[in-house]
């Protein structure tokens, strides 16, 4: 079992900036790819970005593509998150979540291991 750690969420005005941070620990080995995901109240949760560590692949989603990129730091089993431009509609709890498989897999039944989730609030 891996273990995910987030943290970096927080209340930002619309523009503004903030960095997501998930740390894993545990079972490492699991973790080839490691995405985020968010939801928003009375919604379901999203597909937001994932970065396979194979060939070093990134995929976003539409609505965030230009604004947040995802980075991963190999020695420290952490991915981040960095969301610029940040706007009212991004406010969610965010989530990382990992898997063993290469690819970068977009629904939440796909994956295993999950974290806690951090709050992101984009005021207006």
């Known amino acids: 079992q891996v273990q995910l750690v987030e943290s970096g969420g927080g209340l930002v005005q619309a523009g503004g900036s903030l960095r997501l941070s998930c740390a894993a620990s545990?079972?490492?080995?699991?973790?080839?790819?490691m995405v985020w995901f968010r939801q928003a109240p009375g919604k379901e949760r999203e597909f937001v970005a994932g970065k396979s560590w194979a060939g070093g692949r990134t995929y976003y989603a539409d609505t965030v593509k230009g604004r947040f990129t995802i980075s991963r730091d190999n020695a420290k089993n952490t991915v981040y998150l960095q969301m610029n431009s940040l706007k009212p509609e991004d406010t969610a709890v965010y989530f990382c979540?990992?898997?063993?498989?290469?690819?970068?897999?977009?629904?939440?039944?796909?994956?295993?291991?999950w974290g806690q989730g951090t709050q992101v609030t984009v005021s207006s």
């Open positions: 979540a990992a898997t063993q498989n290469a690819a970068i897999l977009l629904y939440t039944y796909q994956y295993r291991s």
């Open positions: 545990g079972r490492t080995f699991s973790t080839n790819t």
